[in-house]
């Protein structure tokens, strides 16, 4: 079935950098944007941005530019987010999510997200 | 982008019916068809149980139901069940490929 399976959790100090990685299995991983959302201990959801695995384009949340990449490896159906310069407030479990679009206005949106990743918690602490 | 409001809780009892709102702007929910909205358990990944405002997909009860008006959305949940306790969180297309999410809604089942 479809799937995806992100990295374990990961401990870093403030002013760290983090990779999290997500791999697809299931689909054609080229097909689908792969988005990645954030969730801070009991808060709620924080879009980060989303990256097209065939051409590798990345559109990022304005809180997101320039701390964060998004990249991919088509050999391995698997996309990596990695955020530098951390803080106590990047503390959160991130979740990679498929995008399925829709054409609006005569280009491509995002509609809606499924399936998820199970989520890898980064805990940034001194 | 602001996150789209929605109530911090909503409580109803077994069998009731129980809406939650989320409001955006013009440019989000006012001006496209693309609200979603998921379920999310504690500890656990979100779970889609609303698209393009008003469609389900066909693993989820019929149960939940979506509608829009001007620049709010709703779901609604009716013949409330213990398992429907959860979190739940509408998100909008808003423009300029971007997305925001609401800041979520606890529904307790009492």
């Known amino acids: 079935q479809e799937q995806l399976v992100q990295s374990g959790a990961e401990v870093k100090k403030p002013g760290a950098s983090v990779r999290v990685s997500c791999q697809a299995s299931?689909?054609?991983?080229?097909?689908?944007?792969v988005n990645w959302v954030r969730q801070a201990p009991g808060q709620g959801l924080e879009w980060m941005g989303w990256?097209?695995?065939?051409?590798?384009?990345?559109v990022f949340a304005q809180n997101f530019q320039g701390r964060v990449t998004m990249t991919r490896d088509t050999s391995t159906d698997t996309a990596y987010m990695e955020m530098i310069n951390l803080r106590s407030e990047d503390t959160a479990v991130y979740y990679c999510a498929r995008a399925v679009l829709s054409v609006s206005g005569g280009k491509y949106v995002i509609n809606w997200f499924g399936p998820w990743g199970q989520g890898t918690l980064v805990a940034v602490s001194s | 982008q602001s996150a789209l409001t929605q109530p911090a809780s909503v409580s109803g009892s077994i069998g009731q019916s129980i809406t939650i709102s989320c409001t955006g702007t013009n440019s989000d929910i006012g001006s496209y068809d693309l609200v979603s909205w998921y379920r999310q358990y504690p500890g656990k990944p979100p779970k889609l149980m609303i698209y393009e405002v008003t469609k389900r997909p066909k693993s989820v009860s019929d149960r939940f139901s979506g509608s829009k008006s001007g620049n709010t959305a709703s779901l609604t949940i009716s013949g409330l069940q213990s398992e429907d306790e959860a979190d739940f969180y509408c998100?909008?297309?808003?423009?300029?490929?971007?997305?925001?999410f609401g800041g979520g809604t606890k529904v307790t089942v009492l």
């Open positions: 299931g689909y054609n991983f080229t097909d689908f944007d």
């Open positions: 998100s909008s297309y808003a423009g300029s490929s971007t997305l925001v």
């Open positions: 990256m097209n695995p065939k051409s590798g384009n990345t």
